[in-house]
């Protein structure tokens, strides 16, 4: 009797629109993105997309049919109360969100979160039957590769693991590797410091029941994906999504 072929594993691709798009746009964008739904379904690829908070409501219902995950950019921690300004991961679930990025590098950076703030909002993204998205990674590079990587799983080391605290072992969880460094610059991180990095990060997770998945981010965009591929599970775009053609690309990279 043959061996039968394990199913391929389902990767992920998406963006975060962060605060570049107005309305029409947004909504031009995500018509644009929609286009190349059959493209990613028939190559295991999960697609999201992240606008700004204004945008969710349209956005919501633009995807309403669509196998597109809609994602949120932050909550708070809290599902209710006097937080004047902030978002309740609550309302988000009500509006279609079904991914929600939070620690990302700008956010610790303006806002001062810390790795507990990330880990109480992983919870309440839980809580509410949401995937968090959390960002990670090291705020400088070195010199010497392996020390350049050693250095990098330390610094992200406390990061996953408040996350990992705070959330049930079987609540599904992405964490996007990005490293601070490489955020904005015209090149990603190299891809050998890149999967090293992923492998560490991936062993932390180990023993989880619930789904971990490892994607990349800092300045990723066509022709990454070949050099990371060995140890991640997809690409979190940055402005090189923007071109919804550059997407595509992604996509038919990862279908090789």
């Known amino acids: 009797m043959a061996a039968s072929t394990p199913p391929r594993r389902r990767l992920l691709l998406g963006t975060s629109l962060k605060m570049y798009f107005d309305l029409p746009k947004t909504q031009s964008y995500i018509t644009s993105l929609s286009g ?3 493209l990613a379904t028939t190559n295991n690829v999960d697609l999201f997309v992240i606008p700004d908070f204004v ?23 809290q599902i209710s109360g006097a937080h004047t300004g902030s978002i309740s991961p609550l309302n988000l679930r009500q509006a279609g969100v079904k991914i929600v990025e939070i620690g990302h590098a700008e956010r610790r950076r303006d806002y001062g979160e810390t790795d507990a703030d990330v880990a109480a909002k992983a919870a309440a993204v839980v809580s509410q039957g949401m995937t968090p998205l959390v960002c990670v990674g090291e705020t400088q590079t070195g010199n010497i ?20 605290k705070a959330i049930p072992q079987e609540a599904e969880v992405v964490f996007a590797y990005e490293p601070v460094w490489a955020i904005g610059k ?7 410091h890149v999967v ?3 492998r560490e990060l991936r062993r932390m997770t180990e023993g989880r029941s619930g789904q971990v998945r490892i994607l990349y981010g800092g ?38």
């Open 196 to 198: 090293a990095v992923a």
């Open 55 to 77: 945008s969710l409501a349209p956005s919501a219902a633009l995807l309403s049919r669509s196998p597109i995950s809609l994602g949120a950019q932050d909550c708070h921690s």
């Open 36 to 38: 190349l739904t059959s």
């Open 219 to 256: 300045s990723a965009g066509p022709g990454t994906w070949q050099g990371i591929k060995e140890g991640v599970d997809g690409m979190f775009l940055g402005r090189f999504a923007h071109d919804v053609k550059n997407v595509e690309k992604v996509i038919q990279e990862m279908a090789q």
């Open 186 to 192: 015209s090149e990603p991180a190299g891809k050998d």
């Open 145 to 164: 590769a392996s020390a350049a990587v050693g250095a990098a799983v330390e610094e992200i080391r406390p990061q996953i693991a408040a996350v990992l």
